[in-house]
């Protein structure tokens, strides 16, 4: 009989670099390619399938005898193939549950270091679809305030509470257009403020928050988060500053691009987006302080699940004067950067429209199974 892993088991050892297993991806070939997991083979399997020969051939070269673990989208067609496998007399069998769904819903965090002994700053990572948020707490006040959460947060109460702090306010940066957001469902939770910078309110948000305008100062104990306003991915976008430590850029900055302009102003008005980017980011980010660190709301994560800067559980942050040295598009003047944003525009996040309705309050999900559905895939936030 084959046996049945978590896809937390799957993680723990590709994070272990253990290579004594060959990990077969049963989804279509189109699927495969849009998305997979770093080393996966493609072999498509069909639920009703069986082995033949010239699979079992293909699967003898790429596996050489290791172990062979199977996964698909939800965990049907990988356990067909697991269960052939078996009665086939492979020994060695192994089907992830709840296929790339579950992979989809794993988390890693990473420490940010401070020179501020009262500072606690923590960077949840989605592991698959490289979204960031963050936890940003005070010690000697045992207060935190939660940034950008999306819509597991179960692990951030946990985790602040393992701190020793409260959650005593949730912020976002911006209405996300690629996952959907914890935050309000988090505040509420909690009985909690929830925060968004105040041109949301021309957004037609069915909820309320408490709005924050440039330059204002939300206090965690002793820390201070000053607002920026940052418009160009959305028109209320907000960073937060973190006293002279790090600046939360959201999806104004990355480390290595910036936010995509035409998600919420469409294609025929993206020029419009791209000039406040432009402004955003020269006139307001990169006039900060070089030693700041940028901590991004995403992180690119590659077709083959490889992040683009470093890897799950490592920081993902730079100095800003590391981020502005390697960043192409800041060497650009304003006509040169809004051509390149305008005309080069990626694929656009899966389900994006309806993400954004239900984070403006305007649609609901009816289950997690159904948000999984529609956040399927990696985010397509950057430009």
């Known amino acids: 009989m084959f046996e049945k892993i978590t896809a937390r088991e799957l993680a723990d050892r590709q994070d272990s670099d253990d290579d004594n297993y060959t990990l077969i991806d049963t989804r279509p070939e189109e699927s495969y390619e849009a998305w997979h997991i770093t080393g996966a083979e493609n ?21 050489d005898g290791d172990e062979i673990i199977t996964i698909c989208g939800k965990g049907a067609t990988s356990s067909a193939l697991a269960s052939e ?45 490289g979204c960031l948020s963050y936890l940003v707490g005070s010690r000697s006040a045992g207060e935190a305030a939660v940034v ?19 959650i005593t306010q949730v912020m976002d940066t911006h209405v996300h257009a690629d996952h959907i957001s914890g935050g309000h469902d988090l505040a509420t939770k909690l009985d909690v403020p929830y ?37 160009g991915h959305t028109t209320e976008m907000v960073n937060y ?6 600046i939360l850029t959201g999806d104004a900055l990355f480390l290595d691009s910036v936010g995509r302009t035409e998600l919420e102003f469409g294609e025929e008005e993206a020029e419009e987006g791209a000039r406040m980017q432009y402004e955003t980011l020269h006139d307001t980010l990169l006039e900060l302080p070089d030693e700041l660190t940028v901590l991004p709301g995403h992180v690119t994560v590659n077709n083959d699940g490889t992040y683009e800067n470093g890897a799950p559980g490592e920081l993902v942050g730079a100095s800003l004067a590391d981020v502005r040295s390697s960043l192409d598009l800041a060497d650009l003047d304003e006509a040169a950067f809004v051509e390149r944003l305008i005309e080069n525009i990626p694929e656009k ?19 997690s199974r159904d948000a999984t559905m529609l956040e399927t895939g990696a985010n397509n936030c950057a430009a």
Request: aromatic letters at 6%.
């Open 43 to 63: 072999i498509p399997f069909g639920p009703a399938e069986t082995l033949d020969d010239d699979q079992r051939e293909v699967i003898d070269e790429r596996a």
């Open 148 to 166: 950008d959460p999306t819509r597991h947060t179960d692990q951030y109460i946990t985790t602040t509470a393992e701190e020793g702090l409260e």
């Open 349 to 367: 996040p899966d389900n994006y429209e309806t993400i954004i309705s239900i984070n403006r309050g305007k649609e609901s999900v009816e289950s």
């Open 85 to 129: 496998l078996d009665a086939n007399d492979y020994d060695d069998v192994a089907v992830v549950k709840g296929g790339m769904r579950d992979w989809n819903s794993l988390y890693e965090s990473a420490r940010v270091d401070t020179e501020n002994d009262d500072l606690v700053i923590i960077q949840f990572q989605r592991r698959a679809k």
């Open 195 to 231: 925060r968004l910078g105040n041109h949301a309110t021309d957004r037609n948000l069915s909820y309320e928050f408490d709005p924050l305008t440039d330059g204002d100062t939300v206090s965690v104990g002793d820390v201070e988060i000053e607002v920026l306003y940052t418009p």
């Open 241 to 246: 500053r973190i006293d002279d430590e790090a």
